[in-house]
């Protein structure tokens, strides 16, 4: 993988963390409504709905640069629907941009002819 690969995951990964809070403090949000009179979902529902967007298209763009397989770009959208898949999401592109840099860099200085 390349730098431009790797970028694509960061920003998947900078995503998911703050789309599985924005999840569940809309799922908190969605009892309070129901127990309380406190009404914030539609705020809530607004935040997390531009960050799910913002996720999907960037699990676009890194399926596409990232040329996974159907299976792992299905992990990772499931991961994104689930209350705090984006958790797991996060931890998992994490290391994989980790390695992406790693092997970049060694390409660069001719250690790996890959």
Not at 20 to 28: G, K, N, R
Not at 30 to 59: D, Q
């Given at each position: 993988?390349?730098?431009?690969?790797?970028?694509?995951?960061?920003?998947?990964?900078?995503?998911?963390?703050?789309?599985?809070?924005?999840?569940?403090?809309?799922?908190?949000?969605?009892?309070?409504?129901?127990?309380?009179?406190?009404?914030?979902?539609?705020?809530?529902?607004?935040?997390?709905?531009?960050?799910?967007?913002?996720?999907?298209?960037?699990?676009?763009?890194?399926?596409?640069?990232?040329?996974?397989?159907?299976?792992?770009?299905?992990?990772?959208?499931?991961?994104?629907v689930l209350p705090t898949g984006g958790f797991f999401?996060?931890?998992?592109?994490?290391?994989?941009?980790?390695?992406?840099?790693?092997?970049?860099?060694?390409?660069k200085e001719g250690i790996v002819n890959a």
């Amino acid at each position: 993988m390349d730098i431009k690969t790797a970028s694509a995951l960061r920003r998947l990964r900078l995503v998911s963390a703050p789309e599985a809070v924005s999840f569940l403090l809309l799922l908190v949000c969605s009892v309070l409504k129901r127990t309380t009179e406190f009404n914030a979902v539609p705020v809530m529902g607004a935040v997390h709905g531009v960050l799910f967007i913002l996720y999907v298209i960037f699990w676009l763009d890194a399926w596409n640069r990232a040329t996974w397989g159907f299976r792992t770009a299905a992990l990772y959208f499931v991961l994104s629907v689930l209350p705090t898949g984006g958790f797991f999401a996060d931890r998992k592109l994490r290391h994989e941009a980790e390695a992406s840099v790693i092997a970049a860099r060694a390409r660069k200085e001719g250690i790996v002819n890959a």
